[in-house]
């Protein structure tokens, strides 16, 4: 089944912890995106990726940081320098045809114990 | 800045009632428009698009209409079943890239709850 996968679905930090968040892909898109949701509200763009060894800030990059050595992972990065990490993370990622969807991981949930 | 909203924040309907979410932003250039539904705890998954060329898209007893001009779009569920109970949440794409990633602006989305 072609899909993305994250991992891990729940996810603990302490505090001044980094922790990284897994995504992968195997539906041979080559854009890749990491959001932040919080509750009650919609999605904010933390980092994306066109292609292989680039990557772009979205509108909310402090604090994170991602890597992109595979055209299937896609490595979110949540370090201590983000000072308000507890939230659920969703991965996504889109293809080049016309249609351009969005398709989406199942999320990783976040929290700062 | 393109800014994406959706009016009720909550709707709570009967079983059965055909019903209107929507979904409006305030730059009509924009390439397209994503209707997705969350349910609680999970990833979204994506119901419709629209292209900017477009007027309406429908699958099953869904149906979504764009009107750029006046900064619109509505998503009709025909026949609402209690399963139809989740968030949905819009999302417009501002511009087309050429290397093809889109960065979508969302709304807050409308959680819809269906009464048996």
């Known amino acids: 089944d072609g899909g993305i996968t994250q991992s891990p679905k729940y996810l603990f930090r302490k505090e001044g912890q980094n922790v990284t968040l897994s995504c992968e892909q195997n539906l041979n898109h080559d854009a890749m995106y990491w959001y932040r949701q919080d509750p009650g509200q919609g999605l904010r763009l933390i980092y994306y990726s066109q292609i292989v060894n680039d990557f772009q800030k979205g509108d909310i990059a402090e604090g994170y940081s991602v890597s992109r050595e595979k055209k299937e992972s896609f490595p979110l990065t949540v370090t201590s320098a983000q000072k308000n990490p507890t939230a659920f993370y969703l991965c996504?990622?889109?293809?080049?045809?016309?249609?351009?969807?969005?398709?989406f991981g199942p999320g990783t949930r976040l929290t700062v114990l | 800045k393109q800014e994406v909203t959706q009016i009720p924040a909550a709707l709570s309907v009967p079983e059965g009632e055909n019903l209107v979410l929507n979904c409006s932003f305030t730059d009509s250039a924009i390439y397209n428009l994503q209707w997705f539904r969350q349910d609680p705890g999970k990833g979204l998954t994506s119901l419709l698009l629209i292209q900017s060329s477009q007027r309406e898209q429908t699958s099953g007893r869904l149906n979504a209409s764009l009107d750029k001009s006046s900064g619109r779009s509505t998503l009709y569920i025909a026949a609402s079943q209690p399963g139809d109970s989740a968030t949905y949440l819009c999302a417009v794409n501002p511009h087309l890239s050429i290397q093809g990633a889109q960065k979508l602006v969302f709304g807050q989305g409308t959680r819809l709850t269906i009464n048996p």
């Open positions: 996504a990622s889109s293809g080049r045809a016309l249609r351009n969807e969005q398709f």
